[in-house]
C-alpha cells in the first residue's frame, strides 16, 4: 500500500493564482482531512470527508475548497492564492472518525 | 473551546536518557488522545493513541499515560536514542471529528 500520497511535495504561487493540491489513498479509509501547519504552530483542520460526496468545514476554511467524488481522492482547492495561504498542508486519512490518522508528506506552498 | 499546549517547546538531553514529554488540554471531554512524531520535510506518523477511557497506552519503549481529570498527558521515552530526535506533537479529539493539535516539542538527542 503506498498509504496517503500527495502533491506536489513544493509549489511557488502568485497572488491571486489558483491550484490544486492532491490528496489520494489507498487503504479504503472513509474519513479524509486537510490540515495546514504554519511554522512552530500545531496543525489546524480546513476540512474533513466522513465520505465519497460529504465534506464539511473544518476551523479554518476561508479561501479553499474541496471535493470528495470517490473514496480514494480529496483534492483542495485555492481559488485566490493570498500570502497568508504560505504554509505545509497535510492530508490525513481514517478508517473511523476516532481512528488512528494517516498522513501524506505535505506540499510546501509559498504565496508571493 | 479546547486549547492544547505542550511544555516545553523544545528539549536536548543526552542519548540513553529516559524522557517525558508534556501535554495538557482544557477540556476533558475528548474521544481520545494521539500523540505523533514529525520529522523535518516529512509527514507526521503516529505513535500512540489513548481512547477516553484508557489510562495508558505502549509501544516499545514508548509509554503515553491519559489522566482527563487533571487534562495531561506524558509521552515516556525510554532509554533515548539519537534516531529519536523529531518534534513531538499531541492532539486530542473532540465529538466533532476534529483534532486539536498542541505546537510540539522539538526534541534532540545529543550521541
Known amino acids: 500500500n503506498a498509504g496517503v500520497t500527495q502533491t506536489p511535495k513544493f509549489r511557488i504561487l502568485k497572488i491571486g493564482q489558483s491550484m490544486t493540491l492532491q490528496c489520494a489513498q489507498d487503504?479504503?479509509?472513509?474519513?479524509m482531512y486537510w490540515y495546514r501547519q504554519d511554522p512552530g504552530m500545531g496543525l489546524k483542520l480546513i476540512y474533513y470527508?466522513?465520505?465519497?460526496?460529504?465534506?464539511d468545514k473544518g476551523e479554518v476554511p476561508n479561501g479553499y475548497n474541496v471535493s470528495r467524488s470517490t473514496t480514494e481522492d480529496f483534492p483542495l482547492r485555492l481559488e485566490l492564492a493570498a500570502p497568508s495561504q504560505t504554509s505545509v498542508y497535510f492530508c490525513?486519512?481514517?478508517?473511523?472518525?476516532?481512528?488512528?490518522?494517516?498522513f501524506g508528506p505535505g506540499t510546501r506552498l509559498t504565496v508571493l | 473551546k479546547q486549547e492544547v499546549t505542550q511544555i516545553p517547546a523544545a528539549l536536548s538531553v543526552p542519548e540513553g536518557e529516559n524522557l517525558v514529554l508534556n501535554c495538557s488540554f482544557t477540556?476533558?471531554?475528548?474521544?481520545?488522545l494521539q500523540w505523533f512524531r514529525q520529522d523535518p520535510g516529512k509527514g507526521l506518523t503516529s505513535l500512540l493513541l489513548?481512547?477516553?477511557s484508557q489510562r495508558e497506552q505502549t509501544s516499545g519503549r514508548l509509554n503515553a499515560s491519559l489522566d482527563k481529570s487533571s487534562g495531561r498527558s506524558t509521552l515516556y521515552i525510554a532509554a533515548s536514542q539519537p534516531g529519536d530526535s523529531a518534534t513531538y506533537l499531541c492532539?486530542?479529539?473532540?465529538?466533532?471529528?476534529?483534532?486539536?493539535w498542541g505546537a510540539g516539542t522539538k526534541l534532540i538527542i545529543k550521541p
Open positions: 489513548i481512547q477516553s
Open positions: 492532539a486530542c479529539q473532540a465529538s466533532n471529528y476534529q483534532l486539536i
Open positions: 490525513a486519512s481514517a478508517q473511523e472518525s476516532y481512528n488512528e490518522q494517516f
Open positions: 477540556d476533558s471531554a475528548i474521544y481520545n
Open positions: 487503504m479504503n479509509h472513509n474519513y
Open positions: 470527508s466522513v465520505g465519497a460526496g460529504i465534506t
